[in-house]
């Protein structure tokens, strides 16, 4: 809803992915950029050694799928870094001697469809975003443009980075989260930290 309210001439299909009639949702017209953001969580390393499940490690495979029926000039996938070591599960677990083998097919692939495939990993901060979150960027092309990368704008003998503080309404009245549980209380935070925080 919210991409919905910013976005109002989106066509918005709240569905499972391997359901849309790509055909029927392009009706005819070319594509110059798919841009793709699979599920990360069971690629982060932020998931930590939880089983992983092997139909949403899967779900870049739409890509190829747009790919080979409707050849988007541009694709751009992003992910999460670790998004490079995509390989077979075994047991609810990659497979530490196959790591990367599924990311490489994917790439080859995209190349055996006409596509000229490459990656980079991107800090936000070096391009004015205030995170400093990395992620992985991959663009296959099959314009006969040379895939671009842009140069930081940011940081060391550039423009400074950006804080998060410049984000932050700091007129919005917050209690501290350093307040003891009494004063907390006295103050009427909506719920006090527990003692082991």
Same mark, same amino acid.
């Given at each position: 809803?919210?991409?919905?309210?910013?976005?109002?001439?989106?066509?918005?299909?709240?569905?499972?992915?391997?359901?849309?009639?790509?055909?029927?949702?392009?009706?005819?017209?070319?594509?110059?950029?798919?841009?793709?953001?699979?599920?990360?969580?069971?690629?982060?390393?932020?998931?930590?050694?939880?089983?992983?499940?092997?139909?949403?490690?899967?779900?870049?495979?739409?890509?190829?799928?747009?790919?080979?029926?409707?050849? *988007?000039?541009?694709?751009?996938?992003?992910? $999460?870094?670790?998004?490079?070591?995509?390989? #077979? @599960? &075994?047991?609810?677990? +990659?497979?530490?001697?196959?790591?990367?083998?599924?990311?490489?097919?994917?790439?080859?692939?995209?190349?055996?469809?006409?596509?000229?495939?490459?990656?980079?990993?991107?800090?936000?901060?070096?391009?004015?975003? *205030?995170?400093?979150?990395?992620?992985?960027? $991959?663009?296959?092309?099959?314009?006969?443009? #040379? @895939? &671009?990368?842009?140069? +930081?704008?940011?940081?060391?003998?550039?423009?400074?980075?950006?804080?998060?503080?410049?984000?932050?309404?700091?007129?919005?009245?917050?209690?501290?989260?350093?307040?003891?549980?009494?004063?907390?209380?006295?103050?009427?935070?909506?719920?006090?930290?527990?003692?082991?925080?």
């Amino acid at each position: 809803s919210m991409h919905a309210a910013n976005h109002p001439n989106t066509l918005h299909l709240c569905e499972n992915v391997w359901d849309v009639d790509i055909k029927a949702v392009i009706a005819g017209r070319k594509i110059g950029l798919a841009w793709f953001s699979p599920d990360c969580k069971h690629f982060s390393k932020a998931k930590g050694g939880k089983p992983v499940e092997k139909h949403i490690r899967g779900l870049a495979w739409v890509a190829l799928r747009w790919a080979g029926l409707v050849k *988007p000039r541009v694709i751009i996938l992003e992910n $999460v870094e670790e998004f490079q070591t995509w390989g #077979p @599960i &075994i047991d609810g677990r +990659p497979c530490p001697r196959r790591k990367g083998m599924t990311f490489k097919r994917w790439c080859t692939q995209l190349r055996n469809l006409g596509y000229v495939v490459d990656w980079r990993e991107l800090r936000a901060s070096d391009y004015g975003a *205030p995170t400093i979150r990395k992620r992985l960027f $991959v663009v296959a092309r099959r314009d006969g443009q #040379p @895939i &671009i990368w842009p140069s +930081p704008t940011h940081g060391p003998g550039l423009r400074p980075y950006r804080t998060a503080a410049e984000c932050i309404d700091w007129t919005i009245p917050c209690p501290s989260i350093f307040l003891t549980r009494e004063e907390g209380r006295a103050i009427g935070a909506i719920r006090p930290l527990a003692e082991a925080t």
